[in-house]
């Protein structure tokens, strides 16, 4: 079945909704191995995470980011881009999984 034929809306083909889902349960994925790793005493390797006073406020904004992307995305139709971020973001949270791996 060719998912371009499948309207969610007017605006809004299946698979675009797909890799939009997609993308942000990966983020989700990354935010909890982030957390963790610092659970277990480790370091987090982005830089940006240092900018938050807490863990907690780390994660909360990453959820938030990874669902206006997300959204954005989705309401422009924007497959193309959700594919490439979604496999970036697949590769971060195997990445993050050898490396977790690693440590035990």
């Known amino acids: 079945m060719d998912t371009k034929l499948i ?3 007017n605006r809004i083909n299946l698979k675009t909704l ?3 889902l997609l993308f942000f349960l990966f983020n989700m994925v990354d935010a909890m191995q982030t957390k963790y790793t610092l659970d277990i005493g480790r370091k987090e390797g982005n830089p940006i995470a240092s900018v938050f006073p807490s ?3 780390y994660l909360l904004g990453k959820i938030i980011v990874a669902l206006i992307i997300a ?3 989705i309401h ?3 497959t193309a881009m959700l594919i490439i971020l979604s496999v ?3 590769l971060v949270a ?3 999984i050898l490396a977790l791996y690693s440590w035990i």
Do not use: D, E, R, T
Request: glycine content about 10%.
């Open 7 to 9: 309207k969610i809306s």
């Open 94 to 96: 195997a990445w993050n």
């Open 76 to 78: 422009y139709n924007k």
């Open 88 to 90: 970036v973001m697949g």
């Open 71 to 73: 959204i954005f995305l």
């Open 55 to 57: 863990i907690n406020s």
């Open 18 to 20: 797909i890799f939009g």
